[in-house]
């Protein structure tokens, strides 16, 4: 073979893999973009927590009564999860005016209150209607988890 041809051929191949980094980038910014398009499966169940249609385990100064659901958060101080979660629900206490919220934060004081519901993994959630039934519960990872499950609990009948 001639040099020509070497110069050729090369110059082919480096078109070729331009070609295809091109298309591999493409196709990650076509899954990005599908992934935020995803609706929300809701939250997780994790085989722990108070079953649902069961009554919530009572907290000292709270009142379950005081508005439609009240959500019950549980975080960790070392769970990054928790951490990117805690404004979501912050937004949360703002936007819905029919519930309360509460962030149980893992420490030795509300170490009693993760075991009265049986939570072993954060951040975990739990809906409880105006009755201290049980709604819903499980791991929620992002604001649209919490809000489907909030969505359920408020659409449950009492």
């Known amino acids: ?22 298309a591999v980038v493409a196709l990650l910014r076509q899954v990005g973009v599908l992934h935020a398009r995803l609706h929300p499966l809701g939250v997780h169940f994790a085989g722990e927590g108070p079953e649902v249609g069961s009554v919530a ?39 819905y005016d029919d519930v309360q919220l509460r962030v149980l934060d893992l420490d030795d004081g509300t170490r009693p209150s993760f075991n009265a519901f049986n939570v072993r993994s954060t951040p ?15 791991v929620a990872n992002s604001l649209e988890q919490v809000e489907e499950l909030l969505a359920e609990a408020l659409e449950a009948p009492t």
């Open 1 to 22: 073979m001639t040099g020509g041809l070497w110069i050729t051929s090369y110059v082919l191949l480096w078109i070729a893999v331009l070609g295809l980094a091109f």
């Open 57 to 95: 385990a009572p907290l000292d100064g709270l009142d379950y009564r005081a508005s439609d659901v009240t959500l019950l958060a549980f975080t960790a101080p070392t769970c990054e999860v928790c951490a990117g979660l805690r404004p979501s629900l912050a937004a949360v206490q703002r936007e």
């Open 124 to 138: 975990y959630v739990i809906a409880i209607d105006r009755t201290g039934t049980v709604r819903g519960r499980g």
